[in-house]
Every structure is written in structure tokens, then in C-alpha cells.
Nanobody, 119 residues
Framework: QVQLVESGGGLVQAGGSLRLSCTAS????????MAWFRQAPGKAREFVAA????????YATGSMKGRFTISRDNAKNTIYLQMSSLKLEDTAVYYC????????????WGQGTQVTVSS
């Protein structure tokens, strides 16, 4: 059974940085595309960033652009989300997701990790 486990969330002051991790198991990690999403209280889940199996990254436009960096370490079956210059509006539960190559949805999801940005 595929498992995605996020970690690294917590409480951080506005302007600070945080690095999230997501470790996958029971899948051939290097062949899967991976992504980060987030969901703030009372809001819909939104895309944050994705990284292809070959390491190509894409990011959401808007307020997150230029502040977040996604990366992957295939040797550790792990992706990361480096977040800097955090803002109050970045407060959310952050989820990682994976999907196999080819057409299809993000089929596997982690349980999420809470990020709270304080003033």
C-alpha cells in the first residue's frame, strides 16, 4: 500500500522559513511525479508546486511564486518544499501527492502537515 508521510510543519513567524518533507513508500518513487498542495481553513485545496519524475519543477502563480522551491531526492524517496519569506496567508495544511507517469489524477495523498505563520 502506497504511503506518503509529510513532516516539517510547525509554527513560524512571518518572514521566516520552513522546509517540508514528504517520504514515499511502496512505490517506484523515481518514476512518479510528485506535488505539494495546501488547504487553508475555509478554503479549497490549492496547488503549490510539482516536480516530474525527471526533476522538472512547476509552481503556482500568484503570492507563492519565487518564495517556494520544490525538490526531490530519489535515493531517499523524498520530496521537499523549501518555503521562505512566509506570510500569514501561507497558514494551511500542506499535503503531498503522487501520480504515475501518463494521464491521470494525483492518486495518492499524504495525511498533511500543519504550517502556521504568526505575526
Amino acid at each position: 500500500q502506497v504511503q506518503l508521510v509529510e513532516s516539517g510543519g510547525g509554527l513560524v513567524q512571518a518572514g521566516g522559513s520552513l522546509r517540508l518533507s514528504c517520504t514515499a513508500s511502496q512505490l517506484t518513487f523515481s518514476t512518479y511525479h510528485m506535488a505539494w498542495f495546501r488547504q487553508a481553513p475555509g478554503k479549497a485545496r490549492e496547488f503549490v508546486a510539482a516536480i516530474t519524475s525527471s526533476g522538472g519543477a512547476s509552481y503556482a502563480t500568484g503570492s507563492m511564486k519565487g518564495r517556494f522551491t520544490i525538490s526531490r531526492d530519489n535515493a531517499k524517496n523524498t520530496i521537499y518544499l523549501q518555503m521562505s519569506s512566509l506570510k500569514l496567508e501561507d497558514t494551511a495544511v500542506y499535503y503531498c501527492a503522487s501520480r504515475a507517469d501518463g494521464p491521470g489524477d494525483w492518486g495518492y495523498w499524504g495525511q498533511g502537515t500543519q504550517v502556521t505563520v504568526s505575526s
